[in-house]
């Protein structure tokens, strides 16, 4: 069995009646020449008719642009899923195909991702969660068209920010409101820096809580195995605690599930609160209290900001920020505080 030819223009330009180059101009979009209506009619006409779809390389061999984006994850999970979705969404309709890769949070593999990308020419790509130090991301948006969604300081190129430390300020003042004065924090240093854990030292500061160097402890993974033996650790060197804050959700389900365990109820004897509001907080029991973070529209926004890095000429930095919202549920212990003071 024969694989079937794939038209080529000259086919259509043979069902046409015209030139290669006329049938070129015509699908390249060109005003370089004027191709009078009925002759471009009957050009688009027997494209549909035999099939033809340009070759893509060619063109962007042509023009220069290969119109593929390309978005490198640390991981995939529900949270980068949400992410990636308004990243297509946007791009689509610009024109624009999506190539995703993974570096399974190596540094290493997020430099090679951006080598092997920039060997397909891409237009630009976009870091979700760089492994990598500012210093490093300053230097590699020198060299790419970039947008990048951290956490960290500003660096150059294209930022969307999710305004980690803030929203870990807002969770911790909220404990703190529901009369909790023991409350440590379960953080993760995903690129040798835990950039939420200041708003949580903020937190207790304001409210001159003074903070005991054993309420902390620090993940080696974002995972539901290390939030439970974290929450052993903790609890361990600290039984007063009655709160817990964790970096993301998946911790602070970990933590959770340590807590039964461990015969500590949530909420009643110990709070404990996440970070992202991945679809798991609200099915979870207790349903998990935590901040909201707009994925779908946090790959809008990056998608939105690499399409005004790539049309800059030179150097261009723009810095956007997530809003993120506190959302208050069983685990916190809300409801509890509520019915104590009625």
């Known amino acids: 069995m024969s694989l079937k030819k794939r038209p080529t223009q000259s ?3 043979r069902l046409a009646g015209v030139t290669q180059a006329t049938v070129s ?3 390249n979009g060109s005003d370089a020449i004027s191709v009078p209506p009925e002759t471009r009619q009957r050009i688009l006409d027997a494209v549909d008719e035999l099939g033809y779809r340009p070759n893509a390389l060619a063109r962007g061999l042509a023009s220069g642009s290969s119109s593929l984006i390309a978005v490198t994850l640390p991981t995939v ?3 980068y899923s949400d992410v990636v979705h308004g990243i297509e969404d946007v791009a689509r309709e610009h024109g624009y195909s999506v190539i995703i890769s993974t570096t399974n949070d190596d540094p290493k593999q997020e430099l090679a991702n951006l080598d092997i990308f920039a060997s397909r020419q891409v237009d630009g790509a976009i870091i979700c969660g760089s492994r990598l130090k500012a210093t490093e991301l300053n230097r590699l948006a020198r060299d790419h068209k970039l947008a990048i969604l951290t956490s960290k300081s500003p660096v150059a190129a ?3 920010k999710i305004p980690g430390e803030e929203g870990l300020y807002n969770i911790t003042s909220h404990l703190i409101g529901l009369g909790h004065t023991a409350i440590g924090h379960i953080g993760w240093q995903p690129s040798g820096e835990n950039e939420r854990e200041p708003g949580y030292v903020r937190a207790l500061t304001n409210h001159k809580i003074a903070l005991d160097p054993h309420w902390v402890t620090v993940a080696s993974q974002a995972t539901l195995e290390e939030g439970a ?3 052993e650790q903790l609890l361990e060197r600290a039984p007063q605690l009655t709160a817990i804050t964790c970096y993301s959700d998946i911790l ?3 933590a959770m599930l340590a807590a039964r365990r461990l015969n500590r109820r949530v909420p009643e004897d110990l709070a404990i609160v996440g970070f ?3 679809p798991l907080a609200s099915i979870v029991s207790p349903a998990l209290t935590t901040i909201h973070v707009p994925r779908y529209r946090t790959g809008q926004k990056l998608m939105e900001v690499l399409l005004n890095v790539m049309a800059a000429k030179g150097d261009y930095e723009e810095r956007q920020e997530v809003e993120i919202e506190l959302v208050v549920r069983d685990s916190c212990g809300a409801k509890l505080h509520e019915k104590s003071e009625s």
Do not use: Q, S
Request: a negative charge.
């Open 77 to 79: 999970t529900d949270f």
């Open 229 to 231: 033996l974290c929450l």
């Open 11 to 13: 086919d259509v330009a």
């Open 158 to 160: 294209g930022i969307v």
């Open 25 to 27: 101009f015509v699908l």
């Open 276 to 278: 992202d509001d991945i």
């Open 252 to 254: 602070a389900v970990g």
